[in-house]
């Protein structure tokens, strides 16, 4: 994987330069676009790292470049840059995911603070899709009657109570359970519970 990048997205080019310094001065890899168009050509959108995004810009402007990034799947974490205290662009922005609104021209710490904070989120957000990755290929494992079993097994019901509702034998209830927890590699029914609530697998309705 790259070295995660803090994206410049910015049509002023000598904002765009005054920015980069400052963030490679500090010890981050930069790179800069002259436009929201510039940046999803460059095929950049899935590169670990944040943004750095000019709120007005022509053709597409910041929000609508947050917006297209939404629709994509694991949007980088963004810091909007406004020459301007807009306030209902700031809370949109916000409530859409930005990780912070500042106002031209920023404060060399304050965008620092948020450029730290972005590229630790995207670390975490990696991590976390990683890991359902990783679970949802073990899932993947599972034959359809292992599955089935395992969503009767997180209702928290005994192998025999399951053996009722599936209709067959407590002793081939306990081979797919064993298998299945195998699979997982999971010991308890409390990790399997979490593992199916990370990844959204609902438990097995039981019948009347």
């Known amino acids: 994987m790259s070295e995660p990048t803090v994206f410049i997205i910015d049509d002023d080019s000598s904002a765009r330069r005054g920015l980069t310094r400052l963030v490679r001065a500090a010890g981050l890899p930069a790179e800069s676009f002259g436009s929201a168009r510039a940046f999803l050509d460059s095929g950049s959108c899935e590169s670990p790292g944040c943004i750095v995004l000019d709120v007005r810009m022509p053709e597409m402007t910041g929000p609508e470049l947050q917006e297209e990034l939404v629709l994509m799947k694991d949007c980088m974490p963004i810091v909007f840059l406004s020459g301007h205290a807009d306030v209902p662009t700031a809370a949109q922005a916000m409530k859409k995911g930005a990780v912070d609104f500042l106002t031209k021209p920023v404060d060399r710490d304050d ?71 195998h699979k997982l590699g999971i010991d308890s029914v409390a990790e399997l519970v979490r593992l199916c609530e990370k990844i959204g697998v609902a438990p097995a309705t039981p019948r009347d």
Request: proline letters at 1%.
């Open 111 to 181: 965008l620092l603070h948020a450029l730290r904070a972005s590229l630790a989120l995207d670390r975490e957000n990696r991590a976390a899709r990683a890991e359902r990755s990783e679970l949802h290929a073990h899932l993947e494992s599972l034959t359809p009657r292992e599955s089935e079993v395992m969503t009767w097994v997180i209702t928290g019901m005994l192998n025999k109570q399951i053996a009722g509702a599936l209709e067959i034998s407590e002793e081939t209830v306990k081979i797919h359970r064993g298998r299945m927890m």
